[in-house]
Structure formats: C-alpha cells, structure tokens
C-alpha cells in the first residue's frame, strides 16, 4: 500500500509505503489510543468531583398520605358498622324483653307500635352538620341508654315475677272443689267426747275419693300418718306459709314435690280421727295456727 502527501502548492510531496504488516500495527496502536480514551471518559463521569446526572424521582409522600387516609376511611366505616349492629341487636333484645314483661302484666302495646319508628315532627330550623366528635358522643350516650333501658327492665321483670310468685305462694281458695266446711276454726264440741276443744282448722266434708287440692305454690315437706290426722300432706310455700292437708284416703304426692295451686295432692278420705269423709285444713303462718277461713273465703 502506498500513502502520498502534496502539499497545498505542489511544491513539496511526501512518499510511504505501507506494507500489510505495518497496517495492522498502526490499526492496533489506534485502537488502543480509542479505549484509553473511553476508558478515560468513563472514569472522569464516576469522579465524586463530578456530579451525578439528575434522576427524576417521584415522590411517594402523596401515594402513602392518599394510602394511610383510605386505611384510616375504611377502619372508621368498619367501626361504625359494627357498633350499628350491635346497638340494632340491643334494640331488637329490649323490644322482646318490653312484649314479655307487658304480656306478663296483661299491658296491650300496640298503642306504642314497636314495630314501627317512632311518631316525631317540629318547625323546620337551620340546624349545624353534625361532627365526628358530636356523633361519637351521641353514639356512646345511645349505648349508655340502652345499657340502662336493660337493666331497669331486667329489675321489674324480676319484681313482677318476684311479686306474681310471692302472691302465688300465698294461700288461697279451698282445697275441695265441691266441698262444703263442715266445722270452722275456734272452739267447739269435740265430736268425740262431748268435750268443749280448740279446733284448730276447718274441715271440709267431700265425696270420698275426691281431689284435695293444694291452695298455693308451693314443695311438699312432710306426707305420712301422724296421730289424730291420719295421712297427712303438708306444703311449705314459702314467706313463712305452711299448710296441712288431714285424713287423706291417698296421697298422690311425694316428699320434695313442687306443686302448683289447684293441683291434687291427695283423695278425700277418713284416716285418723275423723267422723267421715273430709279434709281437715290448716294455715301456719310464721310457725302459728291461724283461721284459715279468710283464705279459703278470700
């Protein structure tokens, strides 16, 4: 290969010839000169004395201030859900616990319409928004509301059942359906000896066989033969109330039984020291005989 330099008036000219292997020496020297070069350029760009080309970055303060409002949202909602089905559940229980205490009381409510929102109405003012911390309070005054709501009817429920068990338990009406007293209470001649005798009870002559009722809730404490009385039911109703049932032809009930008022408890017979087919009641308050007459009459 031939190289020929002129110089710009033709005066002077230069001559090379550049054999193969001489080419290949001056391409390899250029090449190196070119890495050395980038090489270079490349380090200068990394130097901490020059300053790194601007990024652009977006900044995540609004995403995580967005994220945190949306978290925040639906936690609240979340709350206030749940406390609305819990104050919704509240009503639902005292509605059915007013209906129970009302029908216990013999109290017609449909004058009230629990089933339907309550009647309201006034001159329409320019009121104020309602603000997160007044509903809060509202909220929490509506829950202490119903917690009262609850525990006063809770309270006359259980007077009222207090009451309806304690009169009850308290004697009343006769222990023989179709029967007829035959002797009062107080003094008499005793039909045995001729004798002026305290009776202290009153019977009740019968068809033999015949139910004897209990005249009062109340547990069978004591059932067996005891002198003079001959088989014998006695009933403890409790508030210092006993009663004896005499001369029974069958007892029907066992010691520890609850009975109820009107319920057999034994068959009218003539056991003991008895004339005839009656039944011989008694009414011990605190411990004590009293005419049982008011009672049965009452």
């Known amino acids: ?8 008036n033709s005066s002077i000219h230069k001559h090379w010839h550049l054999t193969r292997k001489t080419l290949l020496v001056m391409s390899s020297v250029l090449i190196t000169v070119l890495a050395t070069i980038m090489m270079s350029i490349d ?3 990394n130097s901490p004395d020059v300053p790194a080309p601007i990024i652009p970055i977006v900044s995540t303060e609004v995403r995580d201030v967005n994220f945190a ?8 909602r979340e709350y206030y859900a749940q406390r609305l089905g819990q104050l919704q559940a509240e009503s639902i229980r005292l509605k059915a616990l ?21 009647p309201q109405g006034g001159v329409a003012l320019e009121g104020t928004d309602l603000s997160g911390l007044s509903f809060q309070q509202n909220l929490e005054q ?7 709501q609850e525990q006063q009817l809770v309270m006359l429920k259980n007077v009222y059942l207090t009451n309806d068990n304690i009169q009850s338990a308290i004697p009343q009406g006769s222990p023989s359906k179709e029967g ?8 008499r001649i005793d039909p045995f000896n001729g004798k002026k005798a305290f009776h202290h009870g009153i019977d009740i002559a019968g068809k033999s066989g015949s139910d004897v009722l209990a005249v009062a809730d109340g547990i069978i ?3 067996g033969k005891r002198t003079g009385y001959g088989q014998l039911v006695e009933i403890d109703h409790g508030n210092g109330y006993i009663t004896r049932y005499a001369h029974n032809k069958t007892l029907i009930v066992k ?13 009218m017979g003539s056991t003991g020291r008895s004339t005839g087919p009656h039944v011989h009641f008694e009414v011990l308050r605190d411990g004590k005989k009293i005419n049982p007459y008011s009672f049965v009459k009452g």
Do not use: C, H
């Open 69 to 76: 409002e949306k978290s925040t949202e639906i936690a609240t």
């Open 43 to 45: 380090t200068k760009a």
């Open 142 to 148: 509506l829950t202490a509301s119903f917690n009262t």
């Open 98 to 118: 007013t209906q129970r205490i009302a029908k216990m009381a013999g109290i017609d409510t449909a004058v009230f319409e629990l089933d339907n929102q309550p």
């Open 255 to 267: 010691k520890g039984d609850r009975v109820n008022r009107g319920q057999a408890i034994a068959l």
């Open 221 to 223: 404490s004591w059932i």
């Open 1 to 8: 290969m031939q190289i020929i330099i002129i110089s710009s």
């Open 180 to 187: 007829w007293i035959s002797s009062y209470y107080g003094n």
